[in-house]
C-alpha cells in the first residue's frame, strides 16, 4: 500500500492548487456517517485550479450551489475539485463532461478555499498522496505533504 501510495505521488508533476490545508481528511466511519472525504486548501481566491494527471472530466456542473469539477485520471480512482468560482479553461471555454484534459490543463479558478477529494471506486480516500508537486515525498519535516502545505494545528 504504501509503495503504491509512492508511485502515485511520484507520477504527478502539477499540484491542482498551491495553499494550505485547512481541513484534513476524515474518513466516515459507514457511507452515509459524518466525515470530511477531502481536504479544504486555503488559497487565493482567483487562483488556476489545475489537472494533476491526464484524464476525463466525467462531472462539471453546480451542486447544492457550488461549483464542482469531478476528472477521472485512472480506472478507478477520481478527483473531485470543489467550490470553484468558475469552470472555465486556459482558452476561456467552459469545461464540461466527456472533455478529455492533460496534466496541469486549467480546470477553472478558486474561491477562497478548495475542496479535494479522491474516491477510489466509490470510496473516499485520503487525497493528500494523490496532489502531489515536483517530488515524490509522502511527509517531509516541514510538514508538506506532496507540495500542499498541513495547517499548523
Known amino acids: 500500500m504504501l509503495f503504491s501510495l509512492f508511485l502515485a505521488c511520484a ?6 492548487v498551491h495553499g494550505v490545508v485547512v481541513r484534513g481528511f476524515e474518513p466516515p466511519s459507514c457511507d452515509y456517517c459524518a466525515g470530511h472525504r477531502g481536504v479544504s486548501v486555503a488559497v487565493v481566491e482567483g487562483s488556476t485550479v489545475r489537472a494533476i494527471s491526464d484524464g476525463t472530466i ?6 447544492g450551489g457550488n461549483l464542482f469539477v469531478v476528472l477521472q485520471f485512472a480506472p478507478d480512482l477520481r478527483l473531485t475539485y470543489g467550490y470553484l468560482k468558475d469552470m472555465v479553461n486556459d482558452t476561456g471555454t ?10 496541469g490543463a486549467v480546470l477553472g479558478h478558486s474561491n477562497a478555499r478548495v475542496y479535494l477529494g479522491v474516491r477510489r471506486g466509490h470510496r473516499p480516500v485520503n487525497p493528500t498522496p494523490y ?6 515525498r509522502l511527509v517531509s519535516p516541514s510538514g508538506a505533504i506532496c507540495g500542499i502545505r498541513e495547517s499548523p494545528r
Not at 507520477?11 to 491542482?16: I, K
Not at 496532489?131 to 515524490?136: D, N, V
Open 11 to 16: 507520477s504527478l508533476f502539477n499540484a491542482p
Open 58 to 63: 466525467t462531472f462539471a456542473g453546480e451542486v
Open 94 to 103: 467552459e469545461v464540461a463532461g466527456g472533455d478529455v484534459v492533460t496534466r
Open 131 to 136: 496532489i502531489s508537486a515536483k517530488r515524490a
